[in-house]
């Protein structure tokens, strides 16, 4: 099998041999907001990788997707419309080709072989460059009957009149960070650094960590699920000092007190999530 994972920033493909990701290959992406030349360098890393793709291929994508065509409805980071994501790559490949949303996709893979597994329910969520959130309802994936359900990281956190100033994202992933502390080359790195010696770095991802605890203990008290998995590129750097955080706010907000015994845990698979999540998804079509 195999799966790949546009993120915001990086291209993953991985080869899957009995549930386990037994090779990858990691590139930055090459040109953000050119579809056909990420479409191209996707199809060059499967190849590249020299797996068998005629069970199909299963890519996870930073955005939202209409599962059903293959189409990239929005993704924010590549700043992609409505682009036909399955039907290049299919065509391209010659095999069958599936698109997910990439943390939808981890949370299958996370409810199927990681964190989620012996629950029937739960709510992924990955913060990175950006923030997404994947749902899992009664032993399925829930896309809704507009079939985007799970977006997370566009949900309205802030009042204004400025769209990009007024979502989850635009303040707890790492782009938002960029914006707020007026520094574009902020990467993951220099954030785990600074966090806890840098005030301004400290600061802002504490106020972030805060509002993601909020929206979390808004969607529990909708759907009173027990289990909520965290995971993205912040999440893995940062780890529990910055999970805390979330905790801590999510059990000041949710309703009622009862639904405070949801468990908040980290993924177990990391970056394998997505791949084995998506990879799965394209074998059982």
């Known amino acids: 099998?195999?799966?790949?994972?546009?993120?915001?920033?990086?291209?993953?493909?991985?080869?899957?041999?009995?549930?386990?990701?037994?090779?990858?290959?990691?590139?930055?992406?090459?040109?953000?907001?050119?579809?056909?030349?990420?479409?191209?360098?996707?199809?060059?890393?499967?190849?590249?990788?020299?797996?068998?793709?005629?069970d199909g291929v299963g890519i996870s994508v930073a955005g939202s997707v209409d599962a059903s065509t293959g189409i990239v409805l929005r993704a924010e980071n590549l700043n992609w419309d409505n682009v036909p994501l399955a039907t290049f790559v299919s065509e391209k490949l010659h095999c069958n080709v599936v698109i997910e949303?990439?943390?939808?996709?981890?949370?299958?893979?996370?409810?199927?072989?990681?964190?989620?597994?012996?629950?029937?329910?739960?709510?992924?969520?990955?913060?990175?460059?950006?923030?997404?959130?994947?749902?899992?309802?009664?032993?399925?994936?829930?896309?809704?009957?507009l079939g985007t359900g799970g977006e997370f990281g566009m949900g309205i956190c802030e009042h204004g009149?400025?769209?990009?100033?007024?979502?989850?994202?635009?303040?707890?992933?790492?782009?938002?960070?960029?914006?707020?502390?007026?520094?574009?080359?902020?990467?993951t790195n220099a954030i785990k650094y600074g966090y806890g010696r840098?005030?301004?770095?400290?600061?802002?991802?504490?106020?972030?960590?805060?509002?993601?605890?909020?929206?979390?203990?808004?969607v529990i008290t909708l759907l009173s699920l027990d289990?909520?998995?965290?995971?993205?590129?912040?999440?893995?750097?940062?780890?529990e000092t910055y999970t805390h955080t979330i905790r801590e706010q999510f059990l000041k907000d949710v309703f009622p007190a009862h639904c405070q015994q949801c468990e908040i845990c980290i993924t177990n698979l990391g970056p394998d999530a997505g791949l084995l999540g998506v990879a799965t998804l394209a074998q059982s079509v």
């Open 1 to 54: 099998m195999i799966g790949v994972d546009i993120g915001g920033t990086n291209l993953l493909v991985g080869c899957i041999e009995q549930n386990e990701v037994i090779q990858r290959l990691h590139q930055p992406i090459v040109a953000r907001g050119d579809f056909e030349a990420v479409a191209n360098q996707v199809c060059e890393a499967v190849t590249e990788i020299g797996a068998d793709v005629r």
């Open 101 to 145: 949303n990439d943390v939808t996709a981890a949370a299958w893979g996370e409810f199927k072989f990681g964190a989620g597994r012996g629950s029937d329910s739960l709510f992924a969520v990955w913060i990175g460059t950006g923030i997404g959130g994947g749902l899992i309802l009664n032993n399925t994936i829930w896309r809704g009957p």
């Open 161 to 187: 009149d400025d769209p990009s100033c007024k979502v989850l994202e635009a303040f707890a992933s790492r782009s938002g960070m960029q914006r707020i502390l007026h520094n574009p080359g902020l990467d």
């Open 198 to 218: 840098d005030e301004a770095i400290t600061t802002v991802v504490n106020a972030g960590a805060k509002l993601i605890g909020t929206s979390l203990a808004n």
């Open 227 to 239: 289990k909520v998995v965290l995971g993205g590129g912040l999440v893995e750097a940062l780890g």
